[in-house]
């Protein structure tokens, strides 16, 4: 399959790693738009929100309880913002779940 993120997991393209463990991975964003911008993603193939369902949700589950300590290692001290693009009209551009950590600095009241 031709995703950019599975690349990322498997190692066929270098990564900024910020955490990793059997089901999820940590990276930095290659274009920041925070001074802290890290992408979380599963290793299982999920598209995008609108293909979460009740055999994979775990995953997303796993990975909110797992944010705060990334942005922990990340160095966010004081906030930050959780995002995820869905299709189209929200401009996801690379087609595998992730969600955007954003922070380190005071954030515009909207980003992105
Ligand atoms: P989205 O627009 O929500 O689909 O977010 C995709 C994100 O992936 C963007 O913020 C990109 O800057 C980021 N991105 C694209 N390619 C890479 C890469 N090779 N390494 C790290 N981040 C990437
Ligand atoms: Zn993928």
């Given at each position: 399959?031709?995703?950019?993120?599975?690349?990322?997991?498997?190692?066929?393209?270098?990564?900024?790693?910020?955490?990793?463990?059997?089901?999820?991975?940590?990276?930095?964003?290659?274009?920041?738009?925070?001074?802290?911008?890290?992408?979380?993603?599963?290793?299982?193939?999920?598209c995008?929100?609108?293909?979460?369902?009740?055999?994979?949700?775990?995953?997303?589950?796993?990975?909110?309880?797992?944010?705060?300590?990334?942005?922990?290692?990340?160095?966010?001290?004081?906030?930050?913002?959780?995002?995820?693009?869905?299709?189209?009209?929200?401009?996801?551009?690379v087609k595998h779940?992730?969600?955007?950590?954003?922070?380190?600095?005071?954030?515009?009241?909207?980003?992105?």
């Amino acid at each position: 399959m031709d995703c950019l993120f599975c690349k990322i997991i498997k190692g066929e393209i270098p990564s900024s790693k910020v955490y990793e463990d059997e089901k999820i991975l940590a990276f930095n964003d290659i274009n920041p738009e925070a001074k802290v911008h890290v992408l979380v993603i599963p290793k299982e193939h999920i598209c995008c929100v609108d293909m979460v369902n009740k055999d994979n949700s775990h995953n997303v589950s796993y990975i909110f309880e797992k944010i705060p300590e990334i942005a922990k290692i990340a160095g966010i001290t004081n906030g930050y913002r959780v995002i995820t693009n869905c299709g189209e009209d929200a401009c996801q551009s690379v087609k595998h779940l992730h969600f955007h950590i954003l922070g380190g600095e005071k954030l515009p009241e909207h980003i992105r």
